[in-house]
């Protein structure tokens, strides 16, 4: 056996041994999830669990308002989607196309935000969401600064925009379409995977926040479904069932379940958008 | 004003009226507040440089404790998972790996998960009686494990070892910077009779030098910034953990502003953060120059 396919035996193991490490905690959590409590405790730990209770799911979604959580999350994920998409396309394509002295400049400004410590920021926009607005308490301040473009998002879209080929920007002057027509007729159906990729990574964003709700919503019946999670299983479960890690797995893991899911059919455009950030930032 | 530039401004004018609303208003809004007493029911008070004072001073003694705390972090979390990102991305770019596309998934899909519902996981990984990693050293060594949460030093570990398994990010990061190192380099050193260690050495390192100090970059103004982590640690049930010993910077903000309702103090200390943010990352970028190396 030579060197070269020792190595490469090396390598699969650690591969292997990483792959293990990496998913270990998902799979004692889905088994977890599975189990009666008993066995959760039962020595020594069982990795399949003896009876396969399916029923610990709808227990755990029944025992907090989840429909109402997912409900709450879906309005803040949509409205900012769609707030993201329409402010940031909008954004890019200044960047992108007009040509004057304040653009490498304000473009610059917006990507040096980017390094911005959030918490500077996040305490006056709190007073003047919840004293002048009176949003406390309210999903608002959740999706609304969606509207108002985020850097990260224009820096990918712009990037996109300028590899564009301008023959057929220029065509469709040339056809008399203004800058809005072009925009909407040309640049975004040929953007279409670095939009995905930007809806991709706002769904994501919004669906895991989990200091924004934290701040703003007091009120149980307005809480998304990362803070209910954390929140609902904190408190009143302790004193319901001790402690009951199998309904705690089974619903983290029904909060993850979007965010897999997604990830398996969009894994393209979360690759090609954390590719295009540190690739040129 | 020349048609392009009206046109370029109506563009971004989203960008810019939030720029204006959400960073620059509430930046020098904070600037302002960082010199008063502050509660959210009354109104601002000035009183000069005292929430500064408090905190040189160690008035609050929580401030020394959660600065060494997060350095503390930063220096073990930044490194570790650049190393192991670095080297996961190095081995899945070797040629003709099979399941090269598994792995990566494998690998980047722990860094996408929601914090609430990893960290819920976590705190029962930790758990110290029936915790997974405490009753598989129970299995494999026949003894019983630490409380990992609640030893001062041990605590810190656990965030760093959650910290680490999203290493993810970056391997992906790490894999597209090597996709870009020239394979004429590597061709050049190999006929010179480089062998694979001073390949990777003087062709790959520095040609991946501006990947690596990205992010290390982004790394560390990250870790500077952690959180919701260790606040989910403490909200959770059935964890108990060690609140100094992961009483991060951002949490004691978090605690001054909407705990205690002191914003005044709580932006003196975000300024520091901030000011602290951009002297290590200035400092970053002159040491740079030493080891990145920007092609032509």
Same mark, same amino acid.
Request: with cysteine; charged share 10%.
């Given at each position: ?64 308002? %989840? ?27 200044? %960047? ?10 304000? %473009? ?123 929140? %609902? ?49 | ?32 507040? @960082? ?201 959770? @049930? ?18 001054? @502003? ?39």
């Amino acid at each position: 056996m030579g060197a070269r396919s020792v190595g490469r035996i090396l390598i699969y193991v650690c591969l292997l041994a990483t792959s293990c490490i990496t998913l270990l905690p998902l799979f004692a959590t889905i088994s977890t999830s599975l189990k009666e409590l008993s066995e959760v405790y039962v020595e020594p730990p069982t990795m399949v669990p003896h009876v396969i209770k399916w029923s610990n799911y709808y227990q755990a979604l029944t025992t907090f308002p %989840f429909v109402k959580y997912l409900f709450n999350t879906l309005i803040v994920v949509a409205f900012s989607i769609v707030g993201t998409l329409s402010s940031c396309t909008l954004v890019a394509y200044g %960047f992108a196309r007009f040509r004057c002295r304040w653009n490498k400049w304000l %473009f610059t400004a917006m990507l040096s935000t980017m390094m911005l410590p959030g918490i500077v920021t996040s305490i006056p926009t709190f007073i003047m969401f919840t004293r002048y607005l009176g949003w406390y308490d309210t999903l608002y301040p959740l999706w609304v600064p969606s509207f108002f473009a985020s850097p990260f998002y224009v820096f990918l879209l712009t990037q996109f925009f300028r590899g564009l080929p301008q023959e057929l920007l220029d065509a469709a002057r040339i056809d008399g379409c203004n800058e809005l027509a072009v925009l909407w007729r040309v640049v975004v159906p040929l953007s279409k995977p670095a939009l995905a990729t930007v809806a991709v990574f706002s769904f994501m964003g919004h669906w895991n926040d989990y200091l924004g709700p934290l701040l703003y919503l007091q009120d149980p019946d307005k809480f998304t479904l990362a803070l209910g999670l954390t929140r %609902f299983l904190s408190t009143s479960n302790v004193e319901l069932y001790g402690t009951a890690w199998n309904l705690m797995m089974a619903a983290s893991l029904v909060v993850m379940l979007p965010i897999v899911v997604l990830f398996f059919f969009a894994q393209r455009s979360f690759i090609e958008g954390i590719t295009l950030t540190g690739i040129k930032g | 004003m020349r048609r392009e530039t009206r046109l370029f401004f109506s563009f971004i004018m989203p960008w810019l009226t939030g720029f204006m609303v959400f960073v620059v208003g509430p930046m020098l809004a904070s600037l302002y507040l @960082a010199f008063t007493r502050y509660s959210i029911q009354s109104s601002p008070q000035w009183v000069g440089l005292l929430n500064f004072k408090s905190i040189v001073l160690g008035w609050d003694p929580a401030f020394y404790r959660s600065v060494k705390v997060t350095l503390l972090y930063v220096v073990l979390a930044v490194p570790m998972g650049l190393i192991v990102s670095l080297s996961a991305a190095l081995v899945l770019n070797v040629q003709g790996i099979k399941g090269r596309s598994i792995f990566r998934t494998v690998f980047f899909l722990p860094s996408l998960l929601p914090v609430a519902a990893s960290g819920i996981i976590w705190s029962w990984v930790f758990n110290p009686q029936y915790g997974l990693l405490n009753r598989l050293i129970q299995v494999v060594l026949g003894v019983d494990g630490p409380e990992w949460l609640m030893h001062p030093v041990l605590a810190l570990v656990c965030m760093v070892i959650i910290s680490v398994w999203g290493f993810g990010g970056g391997m992906i990061i790490f894999l597209a910077g090597l996709q870009g190192v020239p394979r004429h380099l590597m061709e050049a050193a190999m006929i010179d009779g480089a062998n694979a260690w001073q390949r990777f050495r003087h062709v790959t390192i520095p040609q991946l030098s501006p990947v690596i100090f990205f992010n290390l970059i982004m790394g560390m103004i990250g870790a500077l910034q952690v959180f919701s982590i260790a606040y989910i640690f403490r909200s959770s @049930a059935g964890s108990e953990i060690n609140a100094s010993a992961t009483n991060f910077y951002v949490l004691n903000i978090f605690n001054h @502003a909407f705990v205690n309702d002191r914003f005044g103090l709580a932006c003196a200390l975000a300024w520091v953060l901030f000011v602290a943010i951009l002297i290590l990352t200035a400092l970053q970028f002159y040491g740079s120059r030493r080891w990145v190396h920007y092609g032509s």
